[in-house]
Nanobody, 116 residues
């Protein structure tokens, strides 16, 4: 069965860094564009970073220059390096494919809390 498992979140002070990981199993995701999403309490889920099957990346303006998305297709994994974290980055972070088929793939997410 297809499963996506996010990890690497935690509590960090403003200006700190975290690296999130996404491990996929059940099928290869190498042909799909993928992304990292985040959702803060009371807010809509936001797509913050994307990466295509060939490695092209895009970021929402609020994280440009601070976050870096990457993927390792042979390992079926994806990462999000987050630097210079701000309190507004606080959210639960999720990975998924950029396809309607991802609707059933949502994992539990990993919580990122940026606070002093």
């Amino acid at each position: 069965q297809v499963q996506l498992v996010e990890s690497g979140g935690g509590l960090v002070q403003p200006g700190g860094s975290l690296r999130l990981s996404c491990a996929a199993s059940g099928r290869s995701f190498s042909i799909y564009a993928m992304g990292w999403y985040r959702q803060a309490p009371g807010k809509q889920r936001e797509l913050v970073a994307t990466i295509t099957s060939d490695g092209s990346t895009n970021y929402v303006d609020s994280v440009k220059g601070r976050f870096t998305i990457s993927r390792d297709n042979p390992k079926n994994t994806m990462n999000l390096q987050m630097n210079s974290l701000k309190p507004e980055d606080t959210a639960s972070y999720y990975c998924n494919i950029l396809s309607p088929w991802g609707a059933s793939y949502w994992g539990q997410g990993t919580q990122v809390t940026v606070s002093s």
